[in-house]
C-alpha cells in the first residue's frame, strides 16, 4: 500500500473514531508500526492530525481544546437526552433538598427535565443552585423551583460565572446532590477539564455536594483535559450513554463509583 492510501485510511478512521492507535493501524494496514509512526508525523505536519501517546487524535483535539456551548449542543444529542432522563430520575417527585448544576451542555439537558419537576406533596419547592446563565433561564419559570443563580464573572466560551467569588460562594453552600460535567473521563487521571478557572468551580461542586454525580457522554470516556478537578474517588456516580471500557470500569469500581448506563 502506497503512503498516500495509507494517508487516507488513517484519515478515514480518524474521521470515524476521533483516536487512532499505532497497534491497531499497523496491523490493518500489514506494515510496521515505525511506519505508521512516520506517516502520522507526516499527516501532524500536514496539520491533519494531533499526536498523543499510543497514536493520534483530531487536530485540535488537545489537553487546552475548548468548545463553545453553541458548539458543543449538537453533538452527542441523542447521548446526552438520554443521560439527562437516567439523571433526573435521580430527583424523584419525593426528593426533598437541594441541587447544583455545574455549566455545560449535559448539565443543561438535565436542567430541561428538571424543568417541568413537581413535588408529591403540594408546597413543596425544589432548591436550585447553578453558575451557568442558560440553565438559569431554561428554570426561571419553573412554579416548583427556588433557583438560586451565583455570582461571577461569566465565561463568554461557556456562558458560566467563575472567579473567586464564585468559588467562594459555593463553598459556603451544601446541596443534597450537585450535577457536574467533565470534559475528560479516564482511569488514571479523573476527571478534567481545559480551563483552570471553569476546573476551580467543578472542585468547589465536588467538595460542598453531599453526593456527586458526574454527567459524561461516551465520547468523554477515556479523555484527559488539562486541569484535573476531581479523582474518581471523590464522586459518588457516573451517568453515562454507554458502558465504560474495561480499564475504566474497574478504575469507577474500584473507587466506588456507581454507573448508571442510559
Known amino acids: 500500500m502506497y503512503a498516500l492510501e495509507r494517508h487516507d485510511s488513517i484519515l478515514s478512521s480518524l474521521r470515524s473514531t476521533g483516536r487512532v492507535a499505532v497497534a491497531d493501524l ?7 508500526t515505525e511506519t505508521i509512526r512516520r506517516d502520522l508525523d507526516a499527516l501532524e505536519q500536514a496539520g491533519a492530525l494531533q499526536r498523543v501517546h499510543g497514536g493520534a487524535v483530531v487536530s485540535g483535539h488537545t489537553s487546552v481544546a475548548e468548545l463553545s456551548v453553541a458548539e458543543r449542543e449538537g453533538r452527542s444529542g441523542p447521548g446526552k437526552q438520554a443521560i439527562a432522563r437516567a439523571a ?57 423551583i427556588d433557583l438560586r ?41 479523573g476527571l478534567s ?34 486541569m484535573r478537578f476531581a479523582r474518581l474517588d471523590e464522586i459518588d456516580t457516573v451517568v453515562t450513554d454507554a458502558p465504560p471500557a474495561a480499564d475504566l470500569a474497574e478504575a469507577l469500581a474500584s473507587a466506588d463509583v456507581e454507573v448508571i448506563v442510559a
Open 193 to 226: 477539564t481545559p480551563d483552570e478557572l471553569e476546573g476551580a468551580v467543578k472542585t468547589a461542586y465536588v467538595r460542598a455536594a453531599r453526593r456527586v454525580v458526574a454527567v459524561a457522554d461516551s465520547s468523554k470516556q477515556g479523555e484527559e483535559a488539562l
Open 26 to 32: 499497523a496491523a490493518r494496514l500489514d506494515v510496521t
Open 149 to 189: 443563580l451565583l455570582g461571577g464573572r461569566v465565561r463568554g466560551l461557556t456562558s458560566a460565572a467563575v472567579g473567586t467569588a464564585t468559588v467562594e460562594q459555593i463553598a459556603a453552600l451544601r446541596p443534597d446532590i450537585a450535577f457536574v460535567g467533565t470534559n475528560g473521563l479516564s482511569a488514571g487521571f
Open 88 to 144: 433526573a430520575r435521580l430527583v424523584p417527585s419525593t426528593f426533598v433538598g437541594s441541587i447544583a448544576l455545574d455549566a455545560g451542555t449535559t448539565t443543561a439537558a438535565v436542567a430541561a427535565e428538571l424543568a417541568s419537576w413537581q413535588p408529591a406533596t403540594v408546597g413543596t419547592v425544589l432548591t436550585v443552585v447553578t453558575n451557568a446563565v442558560p440553565i438559569a433561564a431554561l428554570l426561571q419559570h419553573s412554579p416548583h
